[in-house]
């Protein structure tokens, strides 16, 4: 009894760290969000090139999944997870002196790198060590860890750039410390994975999700897709728009504007635990495109506190159909599937923040950027429809109603 309540205790270690971890990841992610507008102003950045760098950021994820992405597997969480943390110090340390685009390129592909390889060990790692009840909290903790992590980092730095010392420099030392302490939180938790070899051979791209929940990919591209595209859309023209359509330059109200996206997100996602994760993949995307036209809306009257509502409402649509589509394609996982899963999923999502952002990018040279809302309204809209005729229960429901005669 008492070795299992030691086991127990040190499996919630593990799982508390991982979540600390995945947080503090995402926090350092968004940091440089409401200094967007402060190197627009003062280093004479474009919206072309504040676009750019959400591109660096993705593609540097991408990049960490496609080659990254199974190293745990081999390795072990702990050591895959403390390299990726190791990567968005180094990445923080950078962008305390951007005052060239290059710096912030290089900075934000650098932290890219260590989110991908976050992304997919630290989740598996939340996996690996949560508890089995309530049995939609894996989905939901790793889902949502980056989605409360961003929260967090948008908030607190634009309260840091407006009100505190070092508007340029401090919100990258208070992520360094984050980090140092996530780190040492990992290295004092068990390893949920016996190192294997291989892990030469794992760096080769590969991608593999389990057949028996192959045919969910389609909605659940079409779910990340719209959803991280509208997270990319909100990085690279936000800072525009709240300034130069909604007329306040406030870095603060910039971080408000982007956490009201992504906090509701993770409020919606234990809702979605109510129904199948095809009704809730459908629901969530119904509300989402609802928050889309009111944004829409927003934007074209320059009404801040509309805007802000409807944000809200995207975000807590966004929630309640990511952590859906993330709990069908985990539905009877094993422990050797949940990496690659995992690098799928967060394939999809990086996809669909970066190829959007590079062509809307291109095409703000030449649209206004109410202009360029409206296309993603419209993305929304085909996503939207394609999840609410299309999403459907992972296929071992099919076959246990079979057996039963149905």
Known sequence: MTNWTHEGRMFR?????????????????????????????????TNAGISLAVVANAVG???????????????????????????????????????????LLTGR??????????????????????PTRPVWLAAVASSQGPML????????????????PWPRELIYLV????????????????ETVKPTPGAARSL?????????????????AAVFLATWATGA???AFMPALVEDRLHTHSPLIL?????????????????????TSAAAQRIGMLIFLAGWIGIIAAIATGTLALFIATTVVAGAGQGIAISAATRGLLHDNTLADRAPIFSAIYLLCYSGAAFPSLISGKLSNTFSLPQIALGYGGLAIVATLFTVLAARNPRTETIENSQHGK
């Not at 760290?17 to 627009?40: C, D, E, H, K, Q």
């Not at 890219?112 to 997919?120: I, N």
């Not at 140092?180 to 004092?188: D, E, N």
């Open 204 to 220: 080769l791209p590969q991608i593999h999700v389990p057949s028996r929940v192959r045919h969910l990919l389609p909605v659940a």
């Open 149 to 164: 992590g961003l929260t967090f980092g948008a908030i607190v730095s634009g309260t840091l750039v407006q009100f505190g």
């Open 255 to 275: 971080g408000l504007v982007f956490a009201a996206y992504l906090a509701p997100s993770v409020l919606g996602a234990p809702l979605g635990g109510r129904f």
């Open 61 to 103: 994820t991408i990049a960490a999944l496609l080659v990254l992405g199974r190293l745990s597997n081999h390795l072990g969480r702990r050591i895959t997870a403390i390299t990726s943390l190791g990567l968005l110090l180094l990445g923080c340390l950078l962008l305390l002196k951007v005052h060239d685009i290059g710096t």
């Open 109 to 130: 592909l650098l932290m890219g790198v260590g989110t991908g390889l976050a992304s997919s060990s630290l989740t598996s790692y939340i996996v690996d060590s949560a």
């Open 233 to 235: 859309f909100y990085q």
């Open 13 to 45: 270690l593990a799982f508390t760290s991982a979540m600390v971890s995945l947080v503090a990841s995402f926090v350092a992610s968004a940091a440089p969000i409401p200094l967007f507008n402060t190197y627009r102003a003062e280093d004479g950045f």
């Open 175 to 190: 992520c360094v410390g984050l980090l140092v302490l996530s780190a040492t939180l990992i290295v004092i938790s068990p």
